[in-house]
């Protein structure tokens, strides 16, 4: 069984996770991540002046479904979907290697095709 939990810090900002361990371990377990200088979404969250509580308890077959539904339904912090990817970072990665192959003058769905190997060699004689 999964457990999709909210976790509210004092200033009133809130993150939704999932969890097969007891809600505890897994508050501990987010405070060491934050304290070892690891970035996650809870790290935006005072760990030291939280509250953690349970929004449901699924089985594994819908538990992104479910824990999707609650980052929707609630006004959250999280930078990740459900589904574990990051869609902030993977834009950001998308847009900055956009701008490299294209002032390489690159073709961005074949980065080996690029017009620097089409330089005459003789140009520089």
Do not use: P
């Amino acid at each position: 069984m999964n457990r999709i939990y909210e976790i509210v810090d004092c200033n009133g900002l809130r993150y939704v996770g999932r969890t097969a361990r007891t809600l505890r371990r897994r508050l501990v377990r987010h405070i060491n991540d934050k304290e070892k200088g690891k970035y996650y979404s809870s790290s935006k969250l005072d760990l030291d002046n939280c509250d953690i509580n349970l929004l449901e308890v699924c089985d594994d077959s819908v538990k992104k479904e479910r824990e999707q539904y609650w980052m929707d339904k609630l006004d959250c912090v999280n930078d990740r979907r459900a589904n574990g990817r990051d869609l902030k970072r993977k834009k950001e990665y998308n847009d900055n290697m956009r701008q490299y192959v294209y002032s390489w003058g690159g073709n961005q769905y074949n980065y080996n095709y690029n017009n620097l190997l089409r330089i005459d060699v003789n140009l520089f004689q």
